[in-house]
């Protein structure tokens, strides 16, 4: 790397010089030799910017899946079977397809690797918690370093958690949820009738 910075800053004080004296300049060097440079703060510009983008879509996904819960589930026993199997098997498909999982240059992008919906039944609030499990962010050139050199004072526990989606393995993100029972008016049955 001491090298490549050693050339480029050579062939920079060349150039000036040369434009200094009335001589045309290399400009086409600098440019080959400063863009791939250039490649890599984009790339990794880019990965800080998917996670971004995946929290957001959680978010979003998070309040979909909570607001349909609330909707579409029931309270009465009997439909349990039918919410915690088909309903929160198509709310997760939809949210599957909403995220990215599905498309694979999106899941690519966003390193996904797994999701997971849960929904815990209270006396008052339905707890819907959406869980999703990222794969490496697969920048190794950032991690060339350890991280406690890399995240010395004032970076905290952020840079530490930071450097490691980056360089060790993926995060679990998690979005919870708290939903009422019901928002609906309930059909009124009386005691004892079916």
Not at 50 to 73: D, G, N, P, T
Not at 113 to 138: F, H, M, Y
Request: aromatic letters at 10%; glycine letters at 6%.
């Amino acid at each position: 790397m001491r090298t490549a910075l050693k050339t480029v800053r050579l062939r920079l004080r060349r150039a000036a010089a040369g434009l200094k004296e009335g001589r045309p300049g290399q400009a086409m060097t600098e440019v080959v030799l400063l863009f791939p440079l250039f490649l890599l703060i984009v790339f990794i510009t880019a990965k800080i910017f998917a996670l971004l983008v995946l929290v957001q879509k959680l978010e979003i996904a998070s309040y979909y899946a909570a607001r349909r819960w609330q909707l579409e589930s029931h309270l009465n026993a009997d439909h349990v079977g039918w919410d915690d199997g088909t309903l929160k098997k198509d709310i997760e498909k939809n949210i599957r397809g909403y995220i990215g999982f599905d498309t694979p240059s999106v899941s690519k992008f966003l390193n996904l690797k797994e999701l997971k919906l849960d929904v815990v039944r209270t006396q008052v609030w339905n707890v819907v918690t959406i869980t999703v499990v990222t794969s490496p962010a697969g920048v190794k050139m950032l991690c060339k370093y350890p991280k406690q050199a890399v995240c010395t004072y004032p970076y905290g526990a952020e840079c530490m958690s930071g450097h490691d989606y980056l360089c060790q393995g993926g995060k679990q993100l998690e979005v919870i949820k708290y939903v009422p029972n019901r928002d609906r008016p309930i059909q009124f049955v009386l005691p004892g009738l079916k």
